[in-house]
């Protein structure tokens, strides 16, 4: 159980299927809130309706990128955990890719929106999905982020400190006590799942096929022989978003309906992360390494960050949407998706890839080109 000693790690292969999956990923959140959240009626048409409730569930794009940051950022701490410099370049590593643009967006919604100083201030110390217990109205999407960076504040400890094979069974009990604690809250009517240790499962999930992918490397083996286990996963986690529709409408079952539908949720993900790892570049899955899915991929974290601020920009300058119009509806979808990309992308051109480049300053040595443009969570 304890520090173990490794032979040399295996370099972790650019897997192009996971750029396209963050890609649709972003896009779900994106149309979540433009066409499902931000939609409040019944009284517009069957279409509008239809793409409302197509997307209702479209934040289950953050629990993908949960999965996915949690494989990809376990695999890279797995193999550099015997440098000398692990932590300190873990970590200037994490800053110059989540903080640019994390810091500019701080700083528009306290100039821009009234009254967001409180949460400009929890989300500053990473503790926006906390808020709520501080009695701070939530002002965009850094809840996520925040629970991301706690979860990586002790996590690289002990990816250095256990061996793969342990580390493993670690992930599987921070997965499993996390679905737990749903539960457990769900008995009293909770179900924010904003709070830490209810909603880390992706992550762990995600570090949990991290150390599968290490251990078939180093054997040698297809990751495809866990074909059974991700199928697993999807079926379990498919049964289990079916169970909330027999539930009752009260306090109490609409809480256990939110435990069993996220529980499969993170399930579905993981078990989809787990299938594009094992048969990547594979012909079935080209449409995954498409340009246009790993555009919107390579673009996720600004677009993540970005387009909720747009979708509020747009409707305070025109007004609130008409219902039963659809041409303003889709005017507004048209309008801020297209500002959203072009603010994204120059969000990537002159904010992060200059901030990417000071690595090599910082760095005990420079980063590996294929990591350079390492994923991360944006959701």
């Avoid at 507004?332 to 990309?341: E, P």
Wanted: proline share 4%; aromatic share 12%; net charge positive.
């Amino acid at each position: 159980m304890g520090t173990t000693t490794i032979s040399k790690p295996h370099s972790l292969p650019h897997l192009r299927e996971l750029d396209g999956m963050r890609g649709i990923a972003a896009l779900i959140v994106f149309f979540h809130h433009l066409c499902s959240a931000s939609i409040y009626t019944n009284n517009w048409g069957p279409g509008v309706l239809f793409l409302r409730n197509l997307f209702e569930y479209g934040t289950s794009g953050v629990d993908v990128f949960f999965v996915l940051s949690g494989f990809l950022i376990t695999s890279l701490l797995i193999r550099d955990r015997q440098s000398p410099a692990y932590y300190r370049d873990f970590y200037w590593k994490r800053a110059l890719r989540i903080l640019p643009l994390y810091v500019l967006c701080l700083l528009g919604v306290l100039l821009l929106i009234p009254h967001a100083t409180g949460y400009v201030l929890v989300s500053a110390l990473f503790i926006a999905n906390f808020a709520n217990i501080f009695h701070i109205q939530s002002a965009g999407p850094f809840w996520s982020l925040a629970i991301e960076e706690q979860f990586y504040l002790l996590w690289p400890t002990v990816v250095r400190r256990r061996s793969v094979s342990t580390l493993g069974h670690w992930a599987l009990a921070i997965a499993v006590t996390a679905v737990l604690l749903r539960f457990a809250s769900a008995i009293v009517g909770h179900h924010n799942y904003y709070i830490t240790f209810l909603r880390c499962d992706g992550l762990a999930v995600g570090a949990l096929i991290a150390c599968r992918f290490e251990r078939r490397q180093r054997e040698h083996r297809s990751l495809s022989i866990d074909d059974s286990l991700f199928v697993a996963a999807l079926v379990i986690g498919t049964l289990l978003c079916a169970v909330p529709l027999a539930l009752p409408s009260t306090t109490v079952g609409i809480a256990f309906a939110e435990a069993f539908r996220q529980t499969g949720i993170t399930l579905i993900c993981g078990g989809i992360v787990g299938l594009l790892i094992a048969h990547t570049e594979s012909k079935g899955l080209a449409p995954l390494r498409s340009r246009f899915l790993t555009f919107f991929g390579l673009i996720s974290y600004a677009l993540y960050m970005i387009h909720l601020y747009v979708m509020r920009a747009y409707d305070h300058i025109r007004g609130p949407l008409p219902i039963g119009d659809t041409r303003a509806y889709a005017t507004r979808i048209l309008v801020v998706f297209a500002i959203t990309i072009v603010a994204s992308l120059l969000s990537r051109y002159l904010v992060e890839l200059p901030a990417l480049s000071l690595r090599k300053h910082v760095l005990k040595k420079p980063a590996p080109e294929a990591e350079t443009e390492t994923p991360i969570f944006t959701g």
